[in-house]
């Protein structure tokens, strides 16, 4: 077995705000492969984004990563200085943000910004840079690409800004890139292309890829293998195709179950009562726990932890107690 | 499982529970600026009780006794903390009673601009086409003419229109004058908010349930906007004051017989290099206090609602 | 663009015109030139032959037409108070207003600027904060106080610089300016200061709250994630988006100063067209108001004009260009 690219181990995330230390990440552990590509799906306010923040060192202040690691290739990364850390943004990690419109600067040229990043990480003349931008534009699919660096963003649709983005953030050829959202600011249409162009760079370019969405579909036809997230901690994690079709974990299921398929003969929509608890008011025990169709005495106080269940790990008590025989 | 139930709690207590309060209590800078300027704000007011003389009654007033400097110097007596002017005021007196005539212009001219400019704020968001095209266009217009010119124009006119004015059309002048540039903020800003609340649903459902528009802008629009309104108005209130002073001391301000902070200032600056700096640093002091304290406040609310900033 | 600049003509010609028309009225009905020309026991044959002489009973479009056609030429009359042609005053008196408005201009652009930056950048230090402060205090305190206090300290107490006029100047051509001397700067010194400390104060705001802004967008949190400097993050992309909206502030505002000059320059008996005005509306001369407002409202709206021009240069997203193609 290769050695993981990325390692995540216990990792906590609070915000200490003026009521007390809200916990937004509690005991986050995932790896991912060279190469591969990892989903990772929950709702709004499950910590997803906040996960992809806390790998590229960009926690937003007052947040701050309260105990655990995170190591690249073996090598830590979360206690870096600033300075090492910048380092590695960029050339190592890639990032990509979910609106396209606000993440160019509106007032550089496209040019000015894929040979600056180039220019930043690689050994190469500002003449070489500009001939990479040119390669990467080209391959993101843009066409006349060598007029379009002397553009600026708003002459660009949002599609091809987003591929841009795209370009920008394989500039310094990473070996693991973080997309957060990269398809919900944009047109129904136009998300397919984007995945699949994101997938088909990163296998080109030998980058693996820590796809953060809310969108099962995106998942299904880009991921190898998916996270799911439940109020800041891992609920499930898995091969897509199992996670998908044998989903262990009840709120896993009843995500799945939530998803209309073409041929569904049901009259109305699955769906799970309640809400995802905020962050002050986590429930003791399994988070789930007071919404979970199949809820123990035993989620109401102990945590699980992710456990082989079978085709995948699941944080859960029903697949648990085989392991505590 | 059986859950109590508490009766919500009243505006006051959700006040203080809420985070401006907060906000306030940590801030020790807030906190001083509030006591200061209530402080100014009392004296000026009770004037007539708090003042250790009245220097505008002539029969108290002391001839022999001007240009005493401030008590803690040689020279100085307890009778005047602060010194005399060289008609032998109570300077300690006098920023009192000055600190209230340049209170109640400030205010009052806030007051004014307040009401005149979200008035046509409101209209100007709710009314659309035209209308709103108009009064824009005033606004723009308005906007380009620095206030301190504006101001003095008006005042030089009224001046030559009504040479023999009566105080109270003097004050009514200079508070026309300080308010005409000051309500396009408050203009801007109530249009800007209304623009943005007339699309919410909310106003929508009133219309098409026929609630007249002028209801739907005051009671639904407007307290949803008076929030920034309140800023502005704060920082206003100092701005009036400073400009009320700058023209009082330039000559052309409150009449002579109500002498404002401005006045005092002016008075004293004669004074200034004949070595008796009492009789216009205590009033500039006392000037600087009341701006500043009232601006810190507003600066702080500013940040205490912003929601971006929590 | 041509078409931009056409619409910004039009209005700048219709703001004059306004203001003509201001300043047409002040001529009319304020005060009574006849009265103040002859005194108060003229006859009333020579007050008719007065008013025939001035063309006061001519109808009303064809007074305010010769009033444009003599302030396009410049003539605005004779001063009441000091009876010298009106645009010999006011010529006499611009040097002077127009230096110490620049003088006061580079300083406070050049001091907030660079401080505004910093209290951006620093947030949250005792430094920033002091200069949070300072900023604070310079619009709390009225212009004419910070000129009183100036004098205090460094001309009554440390006789270090000379308290009113302008000092020794030198006339080149038309122009009388005091850049040239050493004495024109001393006294140069503590006016521009006086004048700059309201706009530095506003700059210093402006600039710091527009760079928070501008540190918390999407396309610095890019930035950042793709490794660049922090030197390129905050004088490369943030300072140039912060300083976009500041021009048009900072433009604004020189039209603000030389209003404020007038408070600065009676302060400091500094003799320019401020003062000049001053003594004009404490004395109703109505000539010399007209054609103050006249010549302000002139540079108001030129100034305007370069920095909407300005605004074009700097930020691409206003330039018409061909629209976006393809996905």
């Not at chain 1, 003026?18 to 991912?32: E, M, V």
């Not at chain 3, 100047?169 to 140069?188: I, P």
């Not at chain 3, 108001?289 to 540079?299: K, Q, R, S």
Request: proline share 6%.
């Amino acid at each position: 077995m290769t050695s993981p690219l990325l390692e995540v181990k216990n990792l906590r995330v609070e915000f200490p705000t003026r009521r007390g230390t809200l916990l937004a990440l509690d005991d986050i552990s995932f790896d991912i492969a060279p190469g591969e590509v990892l989903g990772v799906v929950g709702e709004s306010g499950a910590g997803k984004s906040l996960t992809g923040a806390a790998i590229i060192g960009l926690l937003e202040p007052p947040g701050r990563i309260a105990g655990g690691e995170i190591r690249l290739d073996g090598q830590r990364i979360d206690n870096l200085p600033y300075e090492q850390m910048r380092a590695i943004r960029g050339r190592r990690i890639g990032a990509i943000f979910q609106d396209p419109l606000t993440s160019l600067n509106p007032l550089y040229t496209i040019g000015r910004q894929l040979t600056e990043t180039i220019m930043t990480h690689l050994p190469v003349s500002a003449e070489e840079a500009r001939q990479r931008a040119i390669r990467l534009l080209q391959e993101t699919g843009i066409p006349a690409a060598e007029e379009r660096l002397e553009q600026y963003p708003h002459q660009f649709s949002g599609g091809m800004r987003q591929r841009v983005v795209i370009a920008l953030a394989l500039a310094a050829e990473p070996e693991l890139i973080v997309a957060d959202e990269p398809t919900t600011a944009l047109d129904v249409s136009i998300q397919a292309q984007i995945i699949s162009l994101l997938k088909r760079l990163c296998k080109d370019h030998g980058a693996a890829v820590m796809l953060v969405t809310h969108d099962m579909g995106v998942i299904a036809e880009t991921c190898d293998r998916v996270a799911v997230m439940y109020a800041g901690r891992i609920c499930e994690i898995g091969p897509v195709h199992e996670v998908i079709h044998h989903p262990a974990h009840p709120y896993t299921a009843g995500l799945m179950g939530s998803i209309p398929a073409m041929d569904d003969t049901r009259e109305r929509l699955l769906q799970i009562d309640g809400a995802m608890p905020r962050l002050n008011a986590i429930p003791a025990g399994c988070a789930f726990n007071p919404r979970c169709p199949q809820v123990m005495e035993r989620c109401r106080r102990e945590r699980p932890d992710l456990s082989d269940a079978g085709r995948t790990r699941a944080a859960c008590w029903l697949h648990a107690q085989e392991a505590v025989k | 499982m059986t859950t109590t139930v508490t009766p919500a709690p009243g505006a006051i207590a959700r006040f203080f529970d809420g985070d401006v309060w907060h906000s306030f209590k940590s801030s020790p800078m807030a906190i001083t600026a509030a006591v200061i300027a209530a402080v100014c704000v009392f004296c000026a007011v009770f004037a007539n009780w708090v003042a250790p003389h009245n220097p505008f009654d002539l029969a108290s007033v002391n001839l022999s006794d001007s240009r005493l400097p401030p008590a803690w110097e040689e020279g100085g007596s307890r009778r005047y903390l602060l010194g005399t002017d060289d008609q032998g005021r109570d300077i300690l007196s006098a920023i009192m009673y000055g600190a209230r005539i340049s209170l109640f212009v400030g205010v009052a001219s806030v007051l004014v601009s307040m009401v005149v400019g979200v008035g046509l704020g409101l209209l100007s968001g709710f009314a659309g086409g035209k209308v709103d095209a108009l009064i824009m266009r005033v606004c723009d217009v308005m906007l380009s003419f620095p206030s301190l010119l504006v101001a003095l124009l008006i005042d030089g006119v009224g001046r030559a229109v009504f040479p023999n004015a009566h105080d109270t059309l003097a004050f009514g002048v200079l508070i026309v004058a300080i308010s005409l540039t000051g309500w396009v903020q408050y203009a801007r800003t109530v249009r800007g908010s209304t623009l943005v609340e007339r699309n919410r649903e909310y106003v929508q459902a009133a219309r098409v349930i026929g609630v007249k528009p002028s209801r739907i802008m005051f009671r639904h629009v407007l307290p949803n906007v008076m929030g920034p309104v309140l800023v502005l108005a704060t920082i206003h209130v100092a701005a009036a004051i400073l400009t009320e002073a700058t023209l009082s001391f330039l000559g052309v301000g409150v009449p002579p017989t109500s002498p404002s902070l401005g006045t005092l200032i002016r008075i004293g600056n004669d004074f200034l290099f004949s070595g008796e700096w009492w009789i216009t640093i205590f009033p500039g002091a006392m000037l600087i206090l009341i701006a500043l304290s009232v601006n810190l406040l507003g600066d702080w609310l500013r940040d205490a609602l912003n929601p971006r900033l929590r | 663009m041509l078409a931009f600049i056409l619409r910004r003509l039009a209005q700048a010609f219709v703001v004059m015109l306004s203001v003509a028309f201001i300043a047409f009225m002040l001529f009319q009905y304020v005060g009574d030139p006849v009265a103040s020309m002859l005194g108060q026991d003229a006859t009333p044959e020579q007050r008719l032959a007065l008013r025939a002489d001035l063309g006061l009973d001519q109808p009303f479009p064809v007074q305010f037409a010769r009033f444009v056609g003599n302030a396009l030429q410049g003539d605005f009359g004779l001063s009441l108070r000091q009876g010298r042609k009106v645009s010999a005053l006011i010529a006499e008196r611009l040097p002077a207003t127009l230096e110490l408005s620049v003088a006061a201009a580079v300083i406070a652009l050049a001091v907030g600027i660079p401080l505004g930056v910093f209290a951006a950048l620093k947030r949250g230090t005792f430094a920033s904060q002091v200069a949070m402060t300072v900023s604070l205090l310079g619009v709390s305190l009225p212009t004419f106080l910070i000129g009183i206090l100036l004098i205090l300290l460094f001309a009554v107490t440390l006789k270090w610089l000379p308290s009113f006029g302008r000092g020794d100047t030198v006339s080149l051509g038309g122009w009388t300016t005091g850049f040239l001397t050493v004495d024109g700067w001393k006294h140069l010194i503590l006016p521009a200061i006086t004048l700059s400390v309201f706009q530095l104060a506003l700059i210093l705001r402006l600039v710091r709250a527009e760079m928070l802004e501008v540190l918390r967008t999407d396309y610095i949190k890019f930035a950042r994630a793709r490794g660049l400097p922090n030197a390129s993050v905050y004088f490369g992309h943030a300072l140039k988006n912060t300083l976009v909206p500041v021009i048009t502030i900072t433009g604004l505002q020189l039209g603000a100063l030389i209003a404020f000059a007038i408070i600065t320059e009676t302060v400091f008996q500094w003799p320019g067209m401020g003062l000049l005005f001053i003594q004009a509306v404490q004395f109703a001369d109505v000539p010399v108001m007209a054609a103050y407002l006249c010549l302000v409202a002139l540079i108001f709206v030129i100034v305007n004009l370069v920095v909407d021009l300005l605004y074009f240069a700097v930020d691409p997203r206003l330039r018409i260009e061909r629209p976006a193609g393809g996905h």
